[in-house]
């Protein structure tokens, strides 16, 4: 079993930063990606960002220049450093995890977080 565990998120004025992490742990043979998804209330998940095994990244438009997502490989842990947040990203962000599937596709991923809540006033 693969458990993936959230810290960080809160709450942050308009122009804020924030960051999240999470930590992956358990039977992982194959790590094609990790990165985030996104739910605001009344909205379907988006998402947000991820880097794959190798580094490469990748963002929605609404995020690049403001978030940035880095990873220790060796300790399956990625960190998203959220800049100039706006009230626009107040959601729960969800860590998902794109391990041990056949291909790689993290649109597809199999593991999950319980969610952050990030929560950006003005």
């Known amino acids: 079993q693969v458990e993936l565990v959230e810290s960080g998120g809160g709450s942050v004025q308009v122009g804020g930063s924030l960051e999240l992490s999470c930590a992956a742990s358990?039977?992982?043979?194959?790590?094609?990606?990790m990165g985030w998804y996104r739910q605001a209330p009344g909205e379907e998940r988006e998402l947000v960002s991820y880097?794959?095994?190798?580094?490469?990244?990748h963002y929605v438009d609404s995020v690049k220049g403001r978030f940035t997502i880095s990873q220790d490989v060796t300790q399956k842990t990625i960190y998203m450093q959220m800049n100039r947040l706006k009230t626009e990203d107040t959601a729960v962000y969800y860590c998902?995890?794109?391990?041990?599937?056949?291909?790689?596709?993290?649109?597809?991923?199999?593991?999950w977080g319980q969610g952050k809540m990030v929560t950006v006033s003005s």
């Open positions: 358990g039977a992982i043979w194959r790590h094609c990606a």
């Open positions: 880097i794959d095994y190798n580094g490469a990244t």
């Open positions: 998902a995890a794109d391990f041990n599937g056949r291909i790689c596709d993290f649109a597809n991923s199999k593991y």
